[in-house]
């Protein structure tokens, strides 16, 4: 079963940053659209941003101008950094890959802001 391995969650206070990883087979990773998504607490999981099979990216209007969104191809790892944190921003991150036709998702990390 193909895997997205998540990490970089955690509990910071607001206005701090946090940057989320997710580490994807080579196969997946040059062949798949790649994103995060979030679910917060009592709420249905929305995109966050992500990155198309183009490679062209898209945002959230919530994050706009807060977060960004990378990738490093040699070790098959997409990042997103995440500043000026609101307490809004609280949720499990997922990582996702998506072909069109296949969905493959993360395990989640949870993401908490609060003073």
């Known amino acids: 079963q193909v895997q997205l391995v998540e990490s970089g969650g955690g509990l910071v206070q607001p206005g701090g940053s946090l940057r989320l990883s997710c580490a994807a087979p080579?196969?997946?990773?040059?062949?798949?659209?790649m994103g995060w998504y979030r679910q917060p607490p009592g709420k249905q999981r929305e995109l966050v941003a992500g990155?198309?099979?183009?490679?062209?990216?898209t945002f959230s209007d919530s994050v706009k101008g807060r977060f960004t969104l990378s990738r490093d191809n040699n070790k098959n790892t997409m990042y997103l950094q995440m500043n000026s944190l609101k307490p809004e921003d609280t949720a499990v991150y997922y990582c996702?890959?998506?072909?069109?036709?296949?969905?493959?998702w993360g395990q989640g990390t949870q993401v908490t802001v609060s003073s």
């Open positions: 996702n890959a998506d072909n069109g036709r296949e969905l493959i």
């Open positions: 080579g196969s997946i990773f040059s062949r798949y659209g």
């Open positions: 990155f198309t099979t183009r490679g062209e990216t």
